[in-house]
């Protein structure tokens, strides 16, 4: 079946760092990808999503490439701040259905 | 901005109880989740919910779960007599109406829930 695997946190950063969270999947079909965050205290929030092999997702700095060929949706940021402090979520939704398929999570924390 | 809220933020209840928890959806979408986070392991789909009908669970939603939109505002999720293993955060999510398969689903901080 879908599944979804995330690198193990907690990550954590000097402000400024460079940020990659890997992210792989297993699927049939053509899924649709995305990263969700989560903040202390608040619900998921979508931060970018892929619905095809190529796409570049971004949003806030962050990026991600779906890439059929190593089944991957890595995310990445040039360069984090503080405020990019959360858990982030790989997901993916096979086609023809209502449900996300998340990973682990990955907590990042970014220091001053 | 519009959003998804869950209340009680925690509850504690022991094994063999029914709990409710209960989901404000964002007023003007149609379609209704729940997912559970036992602590350490993935987040995992329980439900859909649209018209007032299940459009999909999974297997581990089974005859001990029921969900319910008892008025116009809420949705909730009804565990009629808790397991240990039940205790894990557990978020609700609602999209628009239209493509259910492409809209995103947005979703409420959790409710964990201890199970003694």
């Known amino acids: 079946g879908n599944s979804v695997t995330q690198m193990e946190g907690p990550v954590t950063l000097s402000e400024e760092a460079f940020l990659t969270i890997n992210c792989t999947y297993t699927?049939?079909?053509?899924?649709?990808l995305f990263w969700y965050v989560q903040y202390p205290g608040e619900g998921l929030q979508l931060l970018l999503k892929?619905?095809?092999?190529?796409d570049k997702g971004s949003n806030k700095g962050f990026e991600a490439t779906y890439r059929k060929e190593t089944t991957s949706f890595h995310l990445e940021k040039g360069s984090v701040q503080v405020s990019d402090s959360a858990v982030y979520f790989c997901?993916?939704?096979?086609?023809?259905?209502?449900?996300?398929?998340f990973g682990t999570g990955t907590r990042l924390k970014v220091l001053a | 901005e519009p959003e998804v809220t869950q209340t009680p933020s925690h509850q504690v209840t022991q094994m063999g109880q029914e709990v409710i928890l209960r989901c404000v959806p964002i007023?003007?979408?149609?379609?209704f989740y729940w997912y559970r986070q036992i602590l350490g392991q993935k987040v995992e789909f329980l439900v859909s919910?649209?018209?007032?009908?299940?459009?999909?669970k999974s297997e581990i939603f089974d005859d001990q779960f029921s969900v319910e939109r008892p008025d116009g505002s809420n949705f909730t999720l009804k565990i009629r007599s808790t397991k240990l293993e039940d205790s894990a955060m557990y978020f609700c999510?609602?999209?628009?109406?239209?493509?259910?398969?492409?809209?995103?689903?947005?979703f409420g901080p959790g409710t964990r829930l201890t199970v003694l």
């Open positions: 892929a619905t095809k092999a190529d």
């Open positions: 007023s003007n979408h149609l379609y």
């Open positions: 919910f649209y018209n007032n009908e299940i459009s999909e």
């Open positions: 699927a049939t079909g053509y899924p649709s």
């Open positions: 997901a993916l939704r096979g086609s023809g259905t209502y449900k996300y398929i």
């Open positions: 999510a609602s999209s628009e109406g239209g493509n259910p398969y492409y809209n995103e689903q947005f």
